[in-house]
């Protein structure tokens, strides 16, 4: 394995990670206190409350079925979300969310126990976001919470912010043992012990410990090669009746080959194969230690006060080529990217019921977060450095205290409302000479409005006895939220913080208890981006842009055996100024899922539809290509043992996982073709350039249960 940069201070915090390996509390509803792993809630109605009709949990079980080679693409199971892979399975998704190409996380926020996963100024993408270390079976739920809405959610929270709650505890452990095509394998155990004084039916203490290890080799010509091991801890232990501390401890290591883009006319002419390559020394190497501390402490029945304060060390080298040899045919065009980081940070935040005539919580709280990094670009040569181009130390210190109130006016009527103000402080230190330094600070006031209403209900001043009015409920939304730019685009442009407003409104209601239905326009603005090319180590202008979105989601349980799932959504991105299309955009998003629980079965047939998008800014070509992908998983457990398998690609679809169109210089194309002169620098072919999705792929378990 190729060796990824190391400090000193890597050890050191995988020492703190260790003696943190302690973890917090209860489930709760998706608009309880989540982030930073609180499990405390106020129930303030009978009814579970949820603030916009896009709010929604998504259990376990509906990822348990699904072909999952990676902790992000269980975002997939959140309506209107899909991920895309390129570059080998160790690199962070593609995440595609309400008309984003959020690219590797730009424009979506997620947090694991509590802990932003997002990584700033990152040196492949702003908000590189790498969930592989996530296991599945370690994660009980996750909470969705889409636009810019909430105030306790700040950077990256434009599109959606996304929590992964981990069980606190498993009532059974298990060893799952898996293997499938390509000379994959996946083995993975998960324990919640139980000892010495603890071991009765009413513990006071909780503990989770995970260990995975996974290989493949994928279907490529050239192996992948993709080794990946994990290991989580987490637990919590009641000091007082109404004091409790937790925490997590993780660690996490990725090493792989990958056979990257290829271009379409090669493919076309049979010069290269699908699963070909035209660079396979492409790959990285990764590393991610962290912990957490969570302090809960119940002052009384009406009063919570939560803080905690996590630290993580991560690393990344990235070895790639896109271009082949459009510029340099004698070497090739590979670039190294490595990251090198540790970043720490915390949240306090108390939460009041108010003694008013009216119900009312109060909750206030504040979030800090310190980054400090080494990002470097350089030029490479089948793993071999040949060059540096960027060299930056940055340090990004942010803060973002924020008030929230929730009242009910009327007992049909909930009003939220929301204000968070965040502060960045930057600095870009260079360790090249002749390159340029920068510093600077900026910050955003950012309001939050929602309101809920129930008219039809049996509060609610037009009553009505129909079941789907009596549920109805109407969401009416509006928020201000951002994005961090990259700090190394400060040494051009003082702007660090994007902007992003947005309102939605929606309707939710149940029919028959057996079907419920969730239906919400929405409309997102987002501010003029600065935008660092981590593969050109240059600065651009993102330009300014508005999503106009709708989305239906619906969830059927026909019979107490047989279930539907479904959501469809189409959304125009587009610019303000000159109103051309943003490239990359998804714009038709459908899944769906038909499934079957009895005793011990469970099978699940899914289909997942990504339409047309529009490659350039050009108003109708090109076009990429959109994709139609049957899945289908099934399981029986008998006693302690339990068999399964999944099929990812049932009808073995030729589709495109990831795709992009740009010019290119293929090495045989140099000197025969006049855009690729033997000289090199271009100006290169237009086309597009693609990793394939993969064929049918199947794969087949063993768990143990004890």
Request: glycine share 10%.
């Given at each position: 394995m190729n060796s990824v940069g190391s400090r000193p201070r890597t050890l050191g915090l995988f020492c703190l990670a260790v003696a943190l390996s302690v973890a917090p509390a209860h489930a709760h509803d998706p608009d309880a206190t989540t982030t930073g792993g609180s499990t405390h809630q106020f129930t303030i109605t009978e009814s579970k409350p949820v603030t916009a009709s896009s709010t929604l949990t998504v259990p376990a079980e509906d990822f348990e079925l699904r072909p999952l080679e990676s902790g992000g693409q269980m975002l997939e199971a959140v309506p209107n979300a899909l991920t895309a892979q390129h570059t080998g399975g160790g690199k962070a998704e593609q995440y595609f969310i309400r008309g984003f190409d959020a690219d590797h996380g730009t424009d979506l926020a997620v947090y694991f126990d509590g802990v932003p996963i997002n990584l700033r100024s990152h040196a492949h993408g702003q908000g590189f976001l790498d969930l592989h270390f996530v296991t599945r079976e370690t994660v009980e739920r996750l909470d969705a919470y889409k636009g810019p809405y909430f105030a306790r959610f700040g950077d990256f929270a434009t599109a959606a912010a996304i929590e992964y709650v981990p069980y606190d505890a498993v009532e059974e452990s298990l060893i799952r043992l898996e293997g499938g095509y390509w000379n994959t394998f996946r083995a993975v155990g998960v324990a919640s012990p139980r000892f010495g004084p603890f071991a009765g039916e009413d513990p006071q203490a909780d503990a989770l410990v995970s260990v995975?290890?996974?290989?493949?080799?994928?279907?490529?010509?050239?192996?992948?090669?993709?080794?990946?091991?994990?290991?989580?801890?987490?637990?919590?232990?009641?000091?007082?009746?109404?004091?409790?501390?937790?925490?997590?401890?993780?660690?996490?290591?990725?090493?792989?080959?990958?056979?990257?883009?290829?271009?379409?006319?090669?493919?076309?002419?049979?010069?290269?194969?699908?699963?070909?390559?035209?660079?396979?020394?492409?790959?990285?190497?990764?590393?991610?230690?962290?912990?957490?501390?969570?302090?809960?402490?119940?002052?009384?029945?009406?009063?919570?006060?939560?803080?905690?304060?996590?630290?993580?060390?991560?690393?990344?080298?990235?070895?790639?080529?896109?271009?082949?040899?459009?510029?340099?045919?004698?070497?090739?065009?590979?670039?190294?990217?490595?990251?090198?980081?540790?970043?720490?940070?915390?949240?306090?935040?108390?939460?009041?019921?108010?003694?008013?005539?009216?119900?009312?919580?109060?909750?206030?709280?504040?979030?800090?977060?310190?980054?400090?990094?080494?990002?470097?670009?350089?030029?490479?040569?089948?793993?071999?450095?040949?060059?540096?181009?960027?060299?930056?130390?940055?340090?990004?210190?942010?803060?973002?205290?924020?008030?929230?109130?929730?009242?009910?006016?009327?007992?049909?009527?909930?009003?939220?409302?929301?204000?968070?103000?965040?502060?960045?402080?930057?600095?870009?230190?260079?360790?090249?000479?002749?390159?340029?330094?920068?510093?600077?600070?900026?910050?955003?006031?950012?309001?939050?409005?929602?309101?809920?209403?129930?008219?039809?209900?049996?509060?609610?001043?037009?009553?009505?006895?129909?079941?789907?009015?009596?549920?109805?409920?109407?969401?009416?939304?509006?928020?201000?939220?951002?994005?961090?730019?990259?700090?190394?685009?400060?040494?051009?442009?003082?702007?660090?913080?994007?902007?992003?407003?947005?309102?939605?409104?929606?309707?939710?209601?149940?029919?028959?208890e057996r079907l419920e239905v969730a239906i919400d326009g929405f409309w997102l603005d987002l501010d003029d981006e600065l935008v660092f090319v981590g593969d050109e180590g240059t600065t651009e202008s993102g330009g300014r842009s508005r999503r106009l979105g709708v989305e239906l989601v619906a969830r059927a349980d026909v019979t107490d055996w047989l279930y539907l799932r479904g959501d469809v959504a189409y959304t125009s991105a587009r610019f303000t100024s000159g109103d051309e299309p943003v490239p990359q955009a998804p714009r038709f998003v459908a899944k769906g899922a038909l499934g079957v629980r009895q005793g011990g079965f469970a099978a699940e047939l899914g289909v997942r539809h990504l339409g047309d998008r529009y490659a350039s800014e050009a108003f109708n070509e090109p076009k990429l290509s959109g994709y139609t992908v049957l899945d289908f998983g099934m399981r029986y457990r008998y006693g302690r043992f339990e068999v399964g398998v999944t099929l990812e690609n049932l009808t073995d679809t030729d589709w495109r996982s990831s795709e992009f169109f740009y010019e290119s210089c293929a090495p045989g194309e140099v000197g025969r073709v006049s855009a690729c002169p033997a000289s090199g620098g271009g100006p290169g072919i237009d086309d597009f350039h693609f990793t394939p999705g993969n064929p049918r792929n199947v794969r087949g378990w063993v768990s143990v249960y004890f």
């Open positions: 995975e290890a996974y290989h493949t080799d994928g279907p490529f010509r050239d192996d992948e090669d993709l080794w990946r091991y994990s290991i989580f801890a987490r637990g919590g232990l009641d000091l007082r009746e109404d004091l409790r501390l937790s925490g997590h401890a993780l660690g996490y290591l990725a090493d792989w080959n990958a056979s990257g883009l290829i271009p379409e006319r090669l493919v076309s002419a049979g010069l290269l194969s699908r699963f070909g390559s035209l660079d396979p020394t492409e790959g990285g190497d990764t590393l991610r230690l962290q912990g957490k501390l969570q302090l809960d402490w119940e002052i009384s029945e009406r009063a919570h006060l939560m803080a905690n304060a996590y630290a993580a060390a991560y690393e990344l080298e990235l070895f790639s080529n896109f271009t082949y040899a459009l510029q340099d045919p004698v070497g090739g065009d590979g670039i190294v990217q490595k990251d090198d980081r540790l970043y720490a940070g915390g949240r306090v935040e108390y939460e009041q019921i108010l003694g008013l005539e009216m119900p009312a919580r109060l909750r206030a709280g504040a979030e800090w977060r310190y980054d400090d990094a080494r990002v470097r670009l350089g030029t490479q040569t089948r793993r071999r450095t040949t060059g540096l181009s960027n060299d930056d130390d940055v340090e990004q210190l942010s803060i973002g205290p924020y008030l929230e109130a929730e009242v009910l006016p009327l007992p049909w009527v909930r009003f939220v409302g929301g204000l968070r103000f965040e502060y960045f402080d930057y600095d870009v230190q260079s360790r090249l000479p002749g390159e340029s330094d920068g510093g600077g600070d900026d910050h955003l006031w950012l309001p939050k409005a929602n309101l809920v209403l129930a008219p039809f209900s049996e509060v609610g001043p037009l009553s009505h006895e129909a079941h789907w009015l009596r549920h109805l409920e109407v969401f009416l939304n509006f928020g201000m939220g951002f994005h961090s730019n990259d700090a190394r685009t400060s040494l051009d442009d003082p702007r660090i913080l994007a902007r992003a407003t947005g309102a939605e409104i929606g309707l939710r209601t149940r029919f028959f």
